[in-house]
């Protein structure tokens, strides 16, 4: 069965601190995703990448960076929290060349004091 | 103006209704349109896909596509308590992988 594990699903930190939120996929896809879902704003994307050490500046990558070393695994990183940075994280993985199908994980939920 | 718009809800209706759900877009080069579900504290799946216009039927779902107006619709037939979720549209260029997400309609269908 297809499965993406983000590896935390309740985050609280504190302004400023750095955030990991990890992501690993076990279907060897080469598309990864990192979504923001924020009520009335619907999903953004943050940061993809097609391939392992490649990445692709989503919609909204301010304040974010990302990392793939390895291909089941893409991370998001906060270099410093911020308190708008409060949402749901949600990472994502499909197969090239697309149809749309994205595979999600169940979410981080973030907060930020 | 919003690449995919999509009305949030939430949306009530008793088990058994029909349910449309529907969704605007603006730019005619997108080719690929999406219907994902979402339930509460999970990840979005996906649920029903066409390509163009046109209709495409699986079970009590039906996805509807109309080019033309720029207008995408998801049907529900015979809804129960358990489709109670949020409903997201999302649309994707021919070739390229980003997805563009609406907002998400949030259903509740009571028994």
């Known amino acids: 069965d297809v499965k993406v594990t983000q590896s935390s699903r309740y985050l609280v930190k504190r302004t400023g601190e750095k955030v990991f939120l990890e992501c690993v996929q076990d279907m060897d896809h080469e598309n990864m995703f990192w979504y923001r879902q924020d009520p009335g704003l619907g999903l953004r994307l943050i940061y993809f990448s097609y391939d392992v050490k490649m990445k692709e500046k989503g919609d909204i990558p301010e304040g974010y960076s990302v990392s793939r070393e390895k291909k089941e695994r893409f991370s998001l990183i906060l270099e410093s929290a911020s308190t708008n940075q409060t949402s749901m994280y949600l990472c994502a993985s499909s197969l090239p060349p697309g149809t749309g199908e994205l595979f999600f994980g169940e979410g981080s939920r973030l907060t930020v004091l | 103006q919003k690449e995919v718009e999509q009305d949030p809800g939430p949306l009530s209706v008793p088990e058994g209704a029909i349910v449309s759900l529907n969704c605007t877009y603006s730019n005619s080069a997108f080719q690929y349109f999406m219907w994902y579900r979402q339930y509460s504290r999970k990840g979005p799946e996906l649920l029903m896909y066409?390509?163009?216009?046109g209709n495409k039927e699986d079970g009590r779902f039906t996805a509807q596509v109309d080019k033309s107006s720029k207008y995408i619709s998801l049907f529900i037939r015979d809804s129960q308590p358990s489709d109670s979720a949020t409903y997201l549209c999302?649309?994707?260029?021919?070739?390229?992988?980003?997805?563009?997400f609406g907002t998400g309609t949030r259903l509740l269908v009571s028994p």
């Open positions: 066409t390509y163009s216009s």
């Open positions: 999302a649309i994707m260029n021919t070739g390229f992988q980003k997805l563009v």
